[in-house]
């Protein structure tokens, strides 16, 4: 997921972030692919990588977040056929 390994903090958003995020989740590129593929079969919308991160991470905490109302942002088409094929065919 190319658009969210940045390598950097960004000034401008890392101090927003200081005060309100309360946590991260990790997800791998795996659970990723996969988060791809199940918001392609089920609402039938294709997102990046990076854009259903979101749906990786929900899944993973899923549990705590049981009965709780939640939005995730899907974003996002820059897929390149090569990663696509790679995703559809659950090469990653």
Not at 37 to 50: D, G, K
């Amino acid at each position: 997921a190319e658009g969210v390994a940045t390598r950097r903090t960004y000034e401008l958003t890392f101090d927003a972030l200081c005060q309100g995020l309360a946590g991260f989740v990790l997800v791998t590129d795996r659970e990723i692919a996969e988060a791809v593929r199940l918001l392609w079969q089920t609402t039938h919308n294709l997102v990046e990588p990076a854009g259903a991160v979101g749906v990786a991470g929900l899944k993973k905490l899923s549990e705590r977040l049981q009965g709780q109302a939640v939005a995730l942002i899907l974003s996002g088409a820059n897929m390149d056929l090569a990663t696509l094929r790679r995703v559809v065919n659950e090469d990653a």
